[in-house]
């Protein structure tokens, strides 16, 4: 599966981004997909996972009220709405494809991963 993320950019504190990816070739239209995000210097975090119907969603405690994953049923887009971004959510953000049907936070799930959309948020 090849995934195509796009949607970053420069915000300031307390705007919003929605970020799109697209899944292609081998369908992940069974599987959970997600959004995993990273720090210069630091590890891979998870930020939120949806199910392959889009029926249920998990998310980090850290975006919990202002993120909103979606997909249709069985869709091989995924979004990422962020609203009120703080600077601390600047960060390289992944998207990813789980081996699983359902929605996901860890890594050893991600069976294929994006090439990442920067997202920047100014204080």
């Known amino acids: 599966v090849q995934l195509q993320a796009s949607g970053g950019g420069l915000v300031q504190t307390g705007g919003s981004l929605r970020l799109s990816c697209a899944a292609s070739g081998r369908t992940a239209s069974n599987n959970g997909m997600g959004w995993f995000r990273q720090v210069t210097g630091k590890e891979r975090e998870f930020v939120a996972g949806?199910?392959?119907?889009?029926?249920?969603?998990t998310y980090a405690d850290s975006v919990k009220g202002r993120f909103t994953i979606s997909r249709q049923y069985a869709a091989t887009t995924v979004y990422l709405q962020m609203n009120n971004l703080k600077p601390e959510d600047t960060a390289v953000y992944y998207c990813?494809?789980?081996?699983?049907?359902?929605?996901?936070?860890?890594?050893?799930?991600?069976?294929?991963w994006g090439q990442g959309t920067l997202v920047t948020v100014s204080s």
């Open positions: 949806i199910s392959w119907n889009g029926g249920s969603s």
């Open positions: 990813a494809v789980s081996r699983r049907a359902f929605a996901t936070s860890r890594m050893a799930d991600i069976a294929s």
